[in-house]
């Protein structure tokens, strides 16, 4: 069974660091790895996603991860936070089933704050 | 591109009535969506799978008589929770996945949030 643990549950930074948010799979086979964001009381919107090729992904809103077979890692880093960024992340990774529809098991999310 | 419309986004209603929850992708047609339940500051869990024309396939431990499902076009899926009572309270969201297939993410809507009194 596929699995996603993100160790932080909450992480402040100041605006304008750099962030870097953990995600830990564990999945039998190559996975597709997701990132969504969520804004409270709203669904989610998707940053980036990794299904194959460079390991190196990068997403919307400046944000970029980094997939890392060897560590079963997919962190998400962002080189300068703005306050808007402040939200939930939820990592997430699903089984690959090409063409037919892909059950995403989700992390249990990292709340970023942004101080001025 | 790949706009999920989930309606309504936050119902109040009283123990014992029902509940019916739409979820449209609006601009690309979905063979499947899903649908999660996510209680305050938690993850989200899958309740259910929804496939166009057929019936739905449930998580281990989700009443499928009480959180009736219908996906009756590729358009439009429907979440019901029947005789709605207070532990139904939560946070319900869908997403939809295009019928293209292949390699592509789930697109969610904003969520709607159930309050039972």
């Known amino acids: 069974a596929q699995s996603v643990t993100q160790p932080d549950i909450h992480i402040t930074v100041s605006e304008g660091a750099s962030l870097e948010l953990r995600c830990n799979y564990s999945?039998?086979?190559?996975?597709?790895l997701f990132w969504y964001v969520q804004s409270p009381g709203q669904g989610l919107q998707l940053l980036l996603k990794y299904f194959s090729g460079d390991t190196l992904v990068q997403g919307i809103k400046g944000f970029e991860a980094e997939f890392k077979r060897s560590q079963s890692s997919f962190n998400l880093r962002k080189p300068s936070v703005h306050w808007s960024d402040a939200a939930e992340y939820f990592c997430?990774?699903?089984?690959?089933?090409?063409?037919?529809?892909?059950?995403?098991?989700f992390g249990t999310g990292t709340r970023l704050q942004v101080t001025l | 591109g790949a706009v999920v419309s989930q309606h309504p986004s936050w119902v109040i209603c009283k123990s014992g009535t029902s509940v019916k929850i739409e979820c449209r992708s609006l601009?690309?047609?979905?063979?499947?969506m899903f649908w999660y339940r996510q209680f305050p500051k938690q993850s989200l869990m899958l309740m259910a799978t929804?496939?166009?024309?057929?019936?739905?396939?449930?998580e281990q431990g989700v009443e499928k008589d009480k959180f009736l499902i219908n996906h009756a076009s590729l358009t439009l899926s429907t979440l019901t929770v029947t005789s709605a009572h207070p532990e139904d309270s939560s946070f319900y969201i869908c997403s939809a996945l295009n019928r293209q297939g292949g390699n592509q993410p789930q697109h969610f809507g904003d969520g709607t949030r159930l309050s039972i009194l």
């Open positions: 999945y039998g086979a190559t996975p597709y």
């Open positions: 929804s496939n166009e024309g057929s019936k739905a396939t449930y």
């Open positions: 601009d690309f047609q979905a063979t499947t």
């Open positions: 997430a990774v699903g089984a690959i089933n090409t063409g037919t529809a892909s059950k995403l098991t």
